[in-house]
Every structure is written in structure tokens, then in C-alpha cells.
């Protein structure tokens, strides 16, 4: 029996690094998706809602296939951050962090577009940050330019320099992609890994 086509519904690169780990063949394309959270939205329905809509978003294009979306939303202090997107928006955040923990919902959707079967969880991890000088701040940022990243420091990076601890459910789903839970998703639509 053939598997599926496999499709990541996502530009980012470091998704598509993640998935390369499970050595199957997979495509990408780009889900045209609106990621602002909705008014009054807790962080853990935003990741969980933007990752089932960016797999409807390319299911159109690829009506027999299995279908991967993701979205990251970083809680602190009850406030959605998001990809910082510039240099001072990344110093903000990072200077809101500094010294606190932070939780990363990473949510996870395997869409079978032929049969419209949908699953969708989310992974947790926890980053508490060292007491960061300004100046380390700087310095990180100038480096490593994580302004793609939610919670602006890359834990695959020189981020973890900044990170006193660092807790969850999946550390590759800190990183963007929780292969934990999609390994068990692809199992439950047949898709074998070895």
C-alpha cells in the first residue's frame, strides 16, 4: 500500500528541518493565513485554531493527502507574544521575560483531506529565562536575529544561553514542529516510520 502524499502546510524552515528527522518524503507549500489572534482568545485556542486552519487552507490543492499545520503562541504573564518581527520588538520581549517562565502552546493538526479526517493536539513546554543584562540582550540578538521566533530566542540556537530551565511535553515542538505527537498522529492513519 502507498503512503499518502505528505504536505507541510508551512514556509518555515524550521519546521521542514524538523520533518526532514523522520526521513519521509514530504512537499511544502504556503497556507495563506491570517495568524492574528481573535479578540479575547486564550493563547492555547489561537495556536490551536491557526494550526487546523493553515491545513484547510492548502487542502484544495491536495485533495488526497495527509496534511501537516502548526502554530506556536508563547503565553507570559497572561500575554500572547508573538513572532517579534523586528529588532526592537524581540529587545521588548526578551526584557519581558528576562527572569520568568514562559509557556509555548505548539499546536499540532494532521489533516486527511481525502477522507477529512482531522487531528488535532497541542504540546506544552515551559522556558524560564536567566536574569538577562541588557547588554546580553543585545548581543544575543545581534547573533542569532531570531525575529521569526516566537518568544524571540532560538532553543535549537545560542538561545539556550538565555534559558535557565526548560520543561514539557516535546523539545522539538519548542522549536516548532512537536514530532512527538505527529509520529503518533501519522500511526493512526497508517503511516509507518520504520
Given at each position: 500500500?502507498?503512503?499518502?502524499?505528505?504536505?507541510?502546510a508551512?514556509?518555515?524552515?524550521?519546521?521542514?528541518?524538523?520533518?526532514?528527522?523522520?526521513?519521509?518524503?514530504?512537499?511544502?507549500?504556503?497556507?495563506?493565513?491570517?495568524?492574528?489572534?481573535?479578540?479575547?482568545?486564550?493563547?492555547?485556542?489561537?495556536?490551536?485554531?491557526?494550526?487546523?486552519e493553515?491545513?484547510?487552507?492548502?487542502?484544495?490543492?491536495y485533495?488526497?493527502?495527509?496534511?501537516?499545520?502548526?502554530?506556536?503562541?508563547?503565553?507570559?504573564?497572561?500575554?500572547?507574544?508573538?513572532?517579534?518581527?523586528?529588532?526592537?520588538?524581540?529587545?521588548?520581549?526578551?526584557?519581558?521575560?528576562?527572569?520568568?517562565?514562559?509557556?509555548?502552546?505548539?499546536?499540532?493538526?494532521?489533516?486527511?483531506?481525502?477522507?477529512?479526517?482531522?487531528?488535532?493536539?497541542?504540546?506544552?513546554?515551559?522556558?524560564?529565562?536567566?536574569?538577562?543584562?541588557?547588554?546580553?540582550?543585545?548581543?544575543?540578538?545581534?547573533?542569532?536575529?531570531p525575529?521569526?521566533?516566537?518568544?524571540?530566542?532560538?532553543?535549537?540556537?545560542?538561545?539556550?544561553?538565555?534559558?535557565?530551565?526548560m520543561?514539557?511535553?516535546?523539545?522539538?515542538?519548542?522549536?516548532?514542529?512537536?514530532?512527538?505527537?505527529?509520529?503518533?498522529?501519522?500511526?493512526?492513519?497508517?503511516?509507518?516510520?520504520?
Open positions: 500500500m502507498n503512503s499518502p502524499l505528505l504536505v507541510l508551512s514556509t518555515s524552515p524550521y519546521r521542514c528541518e524538523l520533518l526532514k528527522r523522520l526521513q519521509l518524503p514530504f512537499t511544502t507549500a504556503a497556507p495563506d493565513v491570517d495568524e492574528t489572534p481573535l479578540p479575547d482568545e486564550a493563547a492555547r485556542d489561537t495556536s490551536l485554531r491557526l494550526s487546523r493553515k491545513a484547510r487552507a492548502v487542502a484544495t490543492d485533495p488526497d493527502a495527509l496534511i501537516i499545520g502548526s502554530d506556536q503562541v508563547a503565553l507570559l504573564e497572561g500575554r500572547q507574544l508573538g513572532k517579534p518581527l523586528t529588532h526592537d520588538n524581540a529587545v521588548a520581549q526578551l526584557r519581558a521575560m528576562r527572569g520568568k517562565t514562559t509557556c509555548f502552546y505548539t499546536a499540532l493538526t494532521l489533516l486527511n483531506s481525502k477522507t477529512g479526517r482531522m487531528q488535532t493536539e497541542v504540546a506544552e513546554n515551559f522556558v524560564t529565562l536567566r536574569e538577562l543584562s541588557d547588554t546580553e540582550i543585545e548581543a544575543y540578538l545581534l547573533k542569532e536575529q525575529y521569526q521566533c516566537a518568544g524571540s530566542a532560538k532553543s535549537e540556537g545560542l538561545g539556550i544561553a538565555l534559558m535557565s530551565s520543561s514539557g511535553d516535546d523539545p522539538n515542538a519548542l522549536i516548532g514542529l512537536p514530532l512527538i505527537l505527529l509520529t503518533e498522529m501519522l500511526r493512526r492513519e497508517n503511516v509507518r516510520i520504520f
